[in-house]
């Protein structure tokens, strides 16, 4: 439903962020809607002073409303984008009926938007063969294992930057390296976690996160045998981490020994996919594979080797009902087995 003009919002607010963000709070949304809300609005008013030396949020106009938009090109895919967009329209629209703004700014931008963008996109369609000779051509470690983890867990840019060595509980013998699995791993060896918790600016296991995990519910995800062997092929290299949070993967350039971040990660594949002719500045969803496109494999090829949706989304953490719950309580004969018995392999 529409939200009114209320006419009791004060003539002047010094942070029509902070202020949009509590009516919405007000409204009953969650912590972690807001966060992303946040996270969105600040960006674009650092964008704004940084760009334009505008210093309000409320003076900006179409044209700068436009120039963020396209900021965000060659970062994101078209459905982020899409998404980021309507979170600034949302703000505007709403600050406009409380009156605190004249108009919106974003109303004819997201017109436009809607006809550039498509939030369901067709890609690039790429065999597992194909993929096999991509992931053959990364010789280091570390990038190997992000590419190959991508591939075999469908979990986002952010989720595998959040990883921890908590998070997996494997067998690597040979390997002077130790540690305790999280509970949540316990009655489930040769697997991984994907938290639901972290979100950006949050502290989990006792460092603050620069990235969000997106997914319902918490997942554990079976490791096959070509997985644990690429991450302990990493593990055997890995530096000691700069954090007590011991993360999985580890800067080995300029930020030694600190968390990945999802820009370090979108490098290393943009990287590897210009190499291998399937990245080109301008190439847009259709054309490039990113990160992103890692997820959209992993859910076409495994939904079409098990024929089973509900596991696929599960694994994917989409899905939070009772439906999932199945799955979360039958984790050995519905899940492991099902994935271990479906699931392609990318190394030669």
Request: negative net charge.
């Amino acid at each position: 439903m529409a939200t009114e003009p209320t006419g009791d919002a004060p003539a002047d607010v010094a942070d029509p962020i902070a202020y949009f963000l509590d009516d919405q709070r007000y409204h009953g949304k969650s912590e972690r809607t807001l966060e992303a809300y946040e996270r969105v609005l600040r960006r674009f008013e650092a964008f704004l002073r940084e760009r334009f030396d505008v210093d309000a949020v409320g003076a900006a106009k179409r044209r700068e409303c436009m120039a963020w938009v396209h900021s965000l090109r060659g970062e994101f895919e078209d459905s982020t984008i899409a998404t980021y967009a309507s979170y600034l329209n949302r703000f505007y629209d709403y600050m406009t009926r409380v009156g605190v703004f004249d108009d919106n700014p974003m109303a004819l931008v997201m017109e436009e938007l809607s006809e550039s963008i498509e939030t369901n996109p067709t890609r690039r369609d790429i065999s597992v063969p194909e993929m096999r000779s991509f992931v053959a051509e990364i010789a280091h470690p570390l990038e190997r294992a992000i590419v190959v983890t991508l591939l075999k867990t469908g979990m986002r840019v952010g989720e595998l930057c959040n990883l921890d060595l908590r998070d997996l509980h494997l067998e690597t013998p040979g390997l002077d390296l130790a540690w305790t699995p999280r509970v949540g791993l316990e009655q489930r060896p040769e697997s991984m976690f994907v938290s639901a918790e972290p979100a950006r600016g949050t502290t989990v296991n006792g460092e603050e996160r620069t990235a969000s995990n997106k997914r319902k519910r918490d997942t554990v995800v079976p490791v096959d045998s070509e997985l644990r062997r690429v991450v302990c092929e990493w593990l055997a290299i890995r530096p000691d981490a700069a954090s007590p949070s011991r993360p999985l993967f580890l800067d080995t350039r300029d930020s030694w020994g600190e968390r990945l971040t999802p820009s370090d990660v979108r490098y290393i594949v943009e990287k590897h996919a210009r190499d291998h002719g399937w990245y080109r500045t301008g190439g847009g969803t259709q054309e490039n594979v990113t990160p992103h496109y890692f997820r959209h494999f992993f859910t076409t090829h495994l939904r079409d080797r098990t024929g089973d949706r509900g596991i696929v989304q599960y694994l994917r953490g989409d899905v939070a009902g009772d439906v999932i719950d199945t799955y979360t309580h039958n984790w050995g004969d519905r899940v492991r087995e099902t994935y271990l018995g479906s699931i392609y392999s990318v190394t030669q």
